[in-house]
Every structure is written in structure tokens, then in C-alpha cells.
């Protein structure tokens, strides 16, 4: 399956401690997003990559907060001093986008966070 | 801001009966358009997207969706639905401006729920 692959699935950890989960897009995509999923609503947007340059950042995105893709491929989403707010399940999708063509993205399984 | 809005936030069906779930945006300017579904315990899945030329778009399972630009409205059909189209059916709206497509909007989501 070449599809978009996040780990860890699921991630339990206690208030104030870090966290990262990882993201790999499908392998010619360009565009890689983060969006964050709590129960009864929709995807919200969180930041996106072209290439390895982070084009756009949420005002959701706060200074704990960070995400990499260093090398234009995969990319980390860290949460830094974690609080109970910040339980959701977080989605990584991909895209190829050429000039003003379509962007049409894909998503993964997404990456359930517990904060206790 | 740009949104997307949803107005059903829970349909409850029989099965063989006509479905049409509502979407509308704000914003008057390009845009594309996606419907993506969520099966329980699955990842979002792309149902139909329209970005130019015929209003009526067809998409995979039978689903169809009317672009009606005066409307600012994106609405999803489907004449007869099965069992197993319980889901959770979200619109999304990417915004052009100038060419450039940024990030993915989606709306709340509408949960379907189909009784055999």
C-alpha cells in the first residue's frame, strides 16, 4: 500500500509531557497537511508544506506547536508541555500539485492523542 | 474568513430512500470543491470533487453533487441509499486566489445513518 502512513497510531501520554508523530506522504507528492479532528467536528487546517518549505500556518498552531519536513518527504509533528485541549486525532494528507493544478489530497489514518 | 457549512449534522435514513445533504460556502471568488467520507473506523476518503466545466459532478458509489455558483452551494445527492453508505459525509472547499491553492476548509461533517 503506497498510501499516506502516520505512526504512531495512538498516542497516551500524561500533561506536560511531549509528543511527536511522524507523517509519510505518498512518495511523489509534493504538498504535505496537517489538520486536527475532534469528536463532532470537521478536519481543521494546521499547516501545510511544499516541498520542504512551510507554506501556511494556522492561527490553531500555537507556540507549543512545531512541524518539520526537513528533507522535503516525511514530516513530525511535535506538541511540546501537552494539555488536555490538545486530545484529538491528528491527520496527515498529501498532495501532487503542478502549477495551478488540481490538489486533491489524500489522508491518512490519522494519529489518535490522549492527554490524561 | 472563508467557511463551509453544513446544515444537517445527523440524517437518519431508510434504506432506498433519496439523500441529499447541503453545503454552502462563503466565499465568491474561484474554488473547488470536494466531498469526502469517513466510514466508521476508516480514513477520509475522497467521494467526488469538482473544479471546472459541468456543474453536475459524478462520483464513486452512485454519489453526485450540483456546483450552484449563485448559491454558493455544493450539495451531495444520491436517489436510493444503501446500508452500508453509514457514514460521515464532510464538504470541503479549497479558495484560489490568484491561481494559488492553499489549504483544504471543511465543513462539520454530517453523520448518515441508514436503517436496513
Known amino acids: 500500500d503506497t498510501g499516506v502512513s502516520q505512526n504512531p497510531r495512538h498516542k497516551i501520554t500524561k500533561r506536560g509531557q511531549n509528543v511527536t508523530f511522524r507523517c509519510d506522504p505518498i512518495?511523489?507528492?509534493?504538498?504535505l497537511y496537517w489538520y486536527r479532528q475532534t469528536l463532532g467536528q470537521g478536519p481543521e487546517f494546521l499547516t501545510y508544506?511544499?516541498?520542504?518549505?512551510?507554506?501556511?500556518k494556522s492561527r490553531l498552531l500555537s507556540d507549543r506547536f512545531s512541524a518539520e519536513r526537513p528533507k522535503g518527504s516525511f514530516s513530525t509533528l511535535e506538541i511540546q508541555r501537552t494539555e488536555q485541549g490538545d486530545s484529538a486525532m491528528y491527520l496527515c494528507?498529501?498532495?501532487?500539485?503542478?502549477?495551478?493544478?488540481?490538489?486533491?489530497?489524500?489522508f491518512g489514518a490519522g494519529s489518535r492523542l490522549t492527554v490524561l | 474568513a472563508q467557511s463551509v457549512s453544513q446544515h444537517n449534522h445527523h440524517v437518519i435514513l431508510s434504506e432506498a430512500a433519496s439523500l441529499e445533504l447541503g453545503c454552502n460556502y462563503s466565499?465568491?471568488?474561484?474554488?473547488?470543491l470536494f466531498w469526502y467520507v469517513q466510514y466508521p473506523g476508516q480514513h477520509l476518503q475522497l467521494l467526488l470533487k469538482?473544479?471546472?466545466?459541468?456543474?453536475l459532478v459524478k462520483g464513486i458509489k452512485g454519489f453526485e453533487a450540483e456546483f450552484i455558483k449563485s448559491k454558493f452551494s455544493f450539495n451531495l445527492r444520491k436517489p436510493s441509499v444503501q446500508w452500508s453508505d453509514t457514514a460521515e459525509y464532510f464538504c470541503?472547499?479549497?479558495?484560489?486566489?490568484?491561481?494559488?491553492?492553499?489549504?483544504?476548509?471543511f465543513g462539520k461533517g454530517t453523520k448518515l445513518s441508514v436503517k436496513p
Open positions: 466565499y465568491g471568488g474561484t474554488v473547488n
Open positions: 469538482y473544479f471546472s466545466g459541468d456543474p
Open positions: 508544506f511544499q516541498n520542504e518549505a512551510q507554506l501556511e
Open positions: 494528507a498529501s498532495s501532487l500539485v503542478v502549477g495551478a493544478g488540481a490538489n486533491v489530497l489524500t
Open positions: 470541503a472547499v479549497n479558495f484560489n486566489y490568484g491561481g494559488s491553492q492553499g489549504n483544504l476548509i
Open positions: 512518495s511523489e507528492h509534493n504538498r
